[in-house]
């Protein structure tokens, strides 16, 4: 019996006598590494210092609208001229970008509009309003910090703004909205549009304010009076738009049924390494919006 357990007490004997020289090591911890030994770390550590200094270098200059979404969609940056613009005719873009404007309204920034068409912007804010909070409510925008200036058609929009840039500071303005850009660009020549879509882009970037436009083709049917046989018809020509301003700076937008799509090159989708695309759905014309969503970073978020 005894001669059976002689290689178990044989073992166990130098078990104990090498237990001066034995160590537990666990393996993931950095602990475990010696000094000399090479630097390895783990995978996910590098993913988050990948994506880390992305996401805060694209909510540095945000400014929060309350709506998640939108924020995370970098809309309203200080410094930063955003333009939605397309080449399409007769379409929704000034409205889908209104309510893009409402939600900053509503979540405390403080917005300035220029436009020479006072009558349809409150007509749509209003109507906006009420098919958001289904009521009809003229007081709406009260407590609003919501300013109006109403220029003329033919105005220089350089000098304009120019003009305005003390009473924009004077205001604390945290977003310059400048809807339907078309029509205050259609009597300029060749070089001034140009000119004045990189003013906004200075401007912005100078005085640290968001500056939002939406620029379309125009389709001008003359004066009421007039019974033209053929309208002219101007389409915006977005290959000068590219090689003239940064990818960053337009929302180059298609619209398809209750459908607006863009590529926002804001938010980076890094995984596939290409911009996020974005698809804005109403239905109600883009009074509203119902859903935003954006394919980034793999899947999808919905608002």
Known sequence: MND????????????IDDCSNFEIKNLDSAKSEQNNSPDISLFSDFVKEYLNPIEEEQNQNLIKTGNNILDELCIFEKGMFKLF?????????????????IEAVAGGN???????????????????????NHQNNISCFDDKKLYFYECMPDDNIIDLTEKLMARIIDLNIDVLYIPYLEDLLQNYCTKLPIDALKYFYNFAFDK?????????????????????????QHKLDIAVLKKNLPSEAMYIT????????????SVWDSINDTPSKVSVQSFDDFYTFDSVKMNVKGFNKDI
């Open 208 to 232: 640290k304010i968001s500056i939002v436009s939406t620029l379309a083709s125009l389709d001008y049917h003359g004066w009421k009076n007039e019974p033209p046989l053929f309208y002219p």
């Open 110 to 132: 403080r917005v300035l509009i220029i436009s020479p068409y006072p009558n349809i912007i409150v007509r749509n804010f209003l109507k906006a309003i009420v098919r958001k």
């Open 254 to 265: 298609s619209f398809a049924n209750n459908v607006a799509s863009f590529d926002d090159w």
């Open 85 to 101: 613009c397309t080449d399409e005719f007769n379409v929704p873009l000034a409205r889908m970008v209104n309510s893009f404007v």
């Open 4 to 15: 059976k357990n002689e290689p178990v007490i044989e073992f166990a004997k130098n078990f």
